[in-house]
Nanobody, 126 residues
Framework: QVQLVESGGGLVQAGGSLRLSCAAS??????????MGWFRQVLGKEREFVAA????????RYADSVKGRFTISRDNAKRTVYLQMENLEREDTAVYYC?????????????????WGQGTQVTVSS
């Protein structure tokens, strides 16, 4: 069982930056064997893919809406994955969820992520 705890959300003005962190429990096995992902959800809408990274950190993928503005990274020694968000827009307002994949490769399919954090709110004001 992998437990995930997100942090770093908050209120920021449009054009600003935030960095989200997601720490994985040691009970979840070898952290570097799992791809990790970030998803987000707005109330009343489906959860959508944001970014993913492979277990080694060598492969990443992004949603078109965040490409060039968001960067996913990981520190396997700290069992932590990050989402650096730059040039934030009002449309980025959502609850952001960290997820751990059952695979080592990066993937964007929610069905490939059996473990989810509780989420952290990101609000971008104009």
């Amino acid at each position: 069982q992998v437990q995930l705890v997100e942090s770093g959300g908050g209120l920021v003005q449009a054009g600003g930056s935030l960095r989200l962190s997601c720490a994985a429990s040691a009970s979840g096995g070898t952290f570097s064997s799992r791809g990790m992902g970030w998803f987000r959800q707005v109330l009343g809408k489906e959860r959508e893919f944001v970014a993913a990274i492979s277990g080694s950190g060598g492969s990443t993928r992004y949603a078109d809406s965040v490409k060039g503005r968001f960067t996913i990274s990981r520190d396997n020694a700290k069992r932590t994955v990050y989402l650096q968000m730059e040039n934030l827009e009002r449309e980025d307002t959502a609850v952001y969820y960290c997820a751990a994949s059952m695979f080592a490769l990066s993937t964007s399919r929610p069905a490939n992520f059996p473990y989810w954090g509780q989420g952290t709110q990101v609000t971008v004001s104009s």
